[in-house]
């Protein structure tokens, strides 16, 4: 029976989750898994840490919450692992409003106070909190630990993080907090370990996945970030807008006459490269399309990516070094080397080989290092969730 944390995370477009032996001083995978809903019955897919498939179910759509789906893994691991090991379950939480700036042991009062910053996440903190409450229904003793996107980017200060508005407002919260910081934590600590030399350096930090944001990165700490009181800001999304004139908000309501809740549906769900292209909001998908407008969408892409990158050199006085993560981040080339082109002036060049094979280090003999490193949320859930443990329960290794 091994000592084990299951983490899991929640993102707008998947829910991933992993259950990590904590054993020894460093979390290591033991299986991982897709809560895939894209289908009309939801399937929960289990693999080893090799990729090798384990366990797969489906649930048929009446009961197709994915809280069912849960306790199927909470089932497996006790089947497969043995009951008892399990320690802690370890959340993505993508909004932590600004108390946290650190994970967090989840109580009902904090839940109830994360369910009510739902307005400032629509798309991720409801379906963030709901596994913590069916895991609170089915297993009411098992520990379930917060880990919040917002939480590294407390580093940020004025004026980056401040809106031109009235500062009543910044004084009941409303100010830039900035997300996928998980990620950004993870990239930031690998960075560290395989180019020491730039920890001090300035660099940015582009995750582009489905959500998409960058960091502006020095001596390991988020010194700007592009999404702000809500990851409805900066880049261009999957199905997201980014920046806009905050006039167009108040267009669409006067001139179209549309509700706040259906302004609130098109900035989500129906902008990003899903309203430009028309066809979808998935990256390989306007790849491999040969219509006018899935090229179009991927230019305004890339074309924000970098003009938001200049931003971010603009916080750091420079650019040193530039990072690449998430889906598209990792793994789209093309969309690479496309914002490499646009940065040539800040010294950005990508080496087309390199990036090509999709090596780490993709940078010709431009100044600034140019890196891909894969995101890992998953692992610093689990790198929280046993520093948490050792300060509750001392040292269990
Ligand atoms: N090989 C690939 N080429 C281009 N885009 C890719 C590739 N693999 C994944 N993506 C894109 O990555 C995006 C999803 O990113 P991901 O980080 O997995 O999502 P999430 O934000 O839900 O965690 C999608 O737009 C998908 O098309
Ligand atoms: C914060 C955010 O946009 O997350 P995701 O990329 O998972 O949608
Ligand atoms: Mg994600």
């Avoid at 369910?115 to 909190?129: F, V």
């Avoid at 009411?140 to 630990?145: L, S």
């Avoid at 993560?325 to 080496?351: C, F, M, N, P, Y």
């Amino acid at each position: 029976m091994t000592a084990s944390v299951l983490v899991l995370n929640s993102g707008s477009s998947s829910i991933k989750f992993g259950l990590f032996d904590i054993s020894a001083a460093e979390p290591v995978l033991l299986c991982k898994g897709l809560l895939d809903e894209h289908e009309d019955k939801p399937r929960l897919i289990v693999r080893s840490s090799a990729g090798e498939s384990l366990f797969e179910t489906r649930r048929e759509a009446a009961d197709a919450d994915s809280g069912h789906l849960f306790a199927d893994v909470l089932a497996f691991i006790e089947h497969r692992f043995g009951a008892g090991g399990l320690r802690a379950v370890g959340h993505r939480i993508v909004h932590g409003g600004p108390d946290y700036s650190g994970p967090v042991t989840l109580t009902d009062d904090i839940i109830a106070k994360l369910e009510a910053l739902a307005p400032l996440a629509p798309l991720h903190q409801p379906r963030c909190l709901a596994p913590v409450r069916t895991i609170a229904t089915i297993r009411p003793d098992m520990m379930q630990i917060a880990c919040f996107d917002t939480a590294f980017h407390h580093s940020m200060t004025p004026p980056a993080n401040r809106f031109a508005i009235p500062r009543r407002y910044e004084d009941r919260g409303v100010r830039r907090y900035g997300f996928h910081g998980l990620s950004f934590e993870h990239v930031a600590g690998r960075l560290a370990g395989i180019a020491p030399q730039l920890v001090a350096k300035r660099t940015v930090i582009a995750h582009l996945g489905n959500g998409a944001s960058l960091c502006a990165l020095r001596d390991g700490r988020s010194m700007d970030t592009t999404m702000g009181l809500t990851p409805l800001d900066g880049l261009v999304m999957g199905t997201r807008c980014g920046t806009i004139d905050p006039g167009v908000l108040l267009y669409l309501q006067q001139h179209e006459t549309m509700s706040v809740e259906a302004v609130q549906h098109l900035l989500y769900h129906e902008s990003g490269l899903l309203g430009v292209s028309g066809i979808s909001a998935d990256m390989r998908t306007l790849l491999a399309s040969r219509e006018a407008a899935a090229r179009e969408a991927v230019d305004l892409f890339t074309f924000r990516a970098a003009q938001e990158i200049a931003v971010m050199a603009n916080t750091l006085g420079g650019l040193d070094c530039l990072v690449f993560t998430g889906g598209i981040g990792e793994h789209a080339k093309e969309i690479r080397s496309a914002i490499g082109e646009r940065l040539a002036w800040l010294g950005v060049q990508i080496d087309a080989a390199a990036n090509d094979e999709g090596r780490e280090r993709i940078s010709g003999d431009g100044a600034v290092d140019v890196l891909v490193i894969p995101t890992n949320e998953e692992l610093t859930i689990a790198r929280h969730c046993v520093a948490v443990l050792q300060t509750i329960e001392g040292s269990f290794h």
